[in-house]
């Protein structure tokens, strides 16, 4: 099997066609042997039927008269009813081994005598003085080397026949394999001129397009995945090198020596060592959802506790402001109903979103999360006073590194908390969309999926 494996696609299915044919063609040469053998030998037995017919027709009109002899080439056999042979002209091998001879069955039968094989038929014949008997016998050997030529000539035919459709076979395979051999060749040319082209599809309706079509489609997503990492990669050295330009000037006053700044130059490290630790978590947290691990499920009930504790971590955010924050959740809501998203992950989602709204208030206004039961989906909307974003900021919220520093005041922040949130949605097949509200605020909405629902 492992050599077999080895062997090109056109190889195999050559040699699968080969197989079916040798065995197609076996058994058409076996069937018509079979069949002309069985022809032989009813003509066989018919010719000797027709030659006892002169013998029983004497007996029934002379029983009395001795049987005329056979003719030349007949091997016929004429026992009266006492058991005396009245004419005979059977080899002696058979004479002398007539017990092999079934008088009382009328069919044909096989006798090997004297090296040679007969056909041997009985006809009895009824007269007033007894049964007549009448024995023809024709020697089989000839028959035998008929049916041994014929065997040899199927053979030889069929097996040249095999070998044509084979050959027909590997042609076609050939022919059919073509257009894979040139989308290889049309693949290894853009690899090698690393042009944004794609592969040829054909006008014809069939396997070789549809395949065509996938690899394109693999295609744009690979090189989609390539520009977004080398974005990411641009962003995150642009990202990373402010916070460490301050930590890094940073040191060098502290190693400088003015001693009267260095409660000050400290915390301008720790906040810049913050601030490097929040990006490596949030590009940890992108890299684990763009893995595209499956979610672990979790429950309506654990998503509304993670929430609660998510409102109580925003609210110690917030203590030194006059900021207020509510959490409304349903009465009516099925805690036991599984849904897609971790509760960890969902308390993630809710720190990022509620992390945007404080900052955006600035220290002063309101949030208010509500938490929707609307089956088949758990909906978390985040709403906010502050001043809203830029509508034509909107389209671009949800990119890694985007920040509407002028209109939100995130100026703090690193850009991914929006990308995060959506993210996580679209781990789990859920969305999440964000819309300035009449007057003045933004409202996020975070739609989960409900993987189960039992309602009694």
């Known amino acids: 099997m492992t050599a077999l494996n080895r062997l090109s696609v056109r190889a195999r299915i050559t040699i699968g066609t080969l197989l079916l044919a040798a065995v197609f063609f076996g058994s058409v ?5 079979q069949q002309v053998d069985q022809i032989v030998k009813n003509a066989a037995f018919e010719v000797l039927q027709d030659d ?19 003719g030349e080439g007949q091997l016929v056999a004429v026992i009266d009813p006492a058991g005396t042979t009245k004419t005979s002209t059977l080899p002696a091998s058979i004479t002398s081994n007539m017990a092999l001879i079934d008088l009382a069955d009328t069919g044909p039968q096989q006798v090997a005598a004297g090296g040679a094989t007969y056909m041997v038929a009985v006809e009895t014949v009824q007269t007033r003085a007894g049964n007549w008997t009448i024995i023809s016998a024709r020697n089989q050997n000839e028959s035998a080397l008929v049916l041994t030529d014929l065997t040899a000539g199927l053979t030889l035919g069929l097996g040249a026949l095999t070998l044509l459709f084979g050959a027909v076979s590997w042609h076609l395979i050939g022919a059919a394999l073509r257009p894979v051999t040139q989308l290889r060749r049309s693949a290894e040319a853009i690899v090698a001129s690393g042009t944004a082209e794609l592969l040829p599809v054909g006008p014809a309706k069939d396997e070789i397009t549809d395949l065509a079509r996938t690899l394109n489609r693999l295609i744009d997503d690979l090189r989609a995945s390539a520009s977004r990492e080398r974005q990411l990669v641009s962003d995150a050295s642009h990202e990373l090198r402010t916070p460490l330009a301050v930590l890094q000037a940073q040191l060098e006053l ?29 590009l940890l947290e992108l890299s684990r959802l763009d893995a595209g691990r499956p979610p672990t499920p979790t429950t309506v009930g654990a998503l509304v506790d993670e929430a609660g504790e998510a409102i109580d971590r925003a609210r110690l955010r917030a203590m030194s402001g006059d900021v207020e924050i509510d959490l409304i959740v349903p ?19 809710l720190d990022n979103l509620l992390s945007n709204a404080l900052r955006a208030l600035d220290g002063k206004g309101q949030i208010t999360a509500a938490i929707r039961w609307d089956p088949p989906q758990l909906t978390t909307t985040i709403a906010d006073n502050g001043p809203g974003i830029d509508p034509e900021f909107l389209p671009h919220a949800f990119d890694r590194f985007s920040q509407a520093d002028k209109v939100r005041g995130t100026a703090d922040g690193s850009g991914l908390g929006l990308a995060i949130v959506a993210a996580a949605a679209a781990s789990v097949n859920g969305t999440v969309t964000l819309e300035n509200a009449a007057g003045s605020g933004l409202i996020v909405r975070l739609t989960i999926p409900v993987l189960q629902l039992d309602v009694r």
């Open 29 to 33: 040469s076996l069937l018509v042997r």
């Open 52 to 70: 006892a017919v002169p013998f029983e027709t004497a007996i029934q009109q002379e029983p009395n008269e001795p049987a005329d002899n056979p």
């Open 254 to 282: 502290l190693r400088a020596g003015d001693r009267s700044s260095i409660d000050s130059d400290i915390a301008g490290a720790e906040r810049a060592t913050t601030r490097l630790t929040e990006l490596v978590e949030s």
């Open 331 to 349: 009465d009516r809501v099925e805690h036991e109903a599984p849904v897609a998203m971790p509760a960890l992950l969902y308390g993630r989602v």
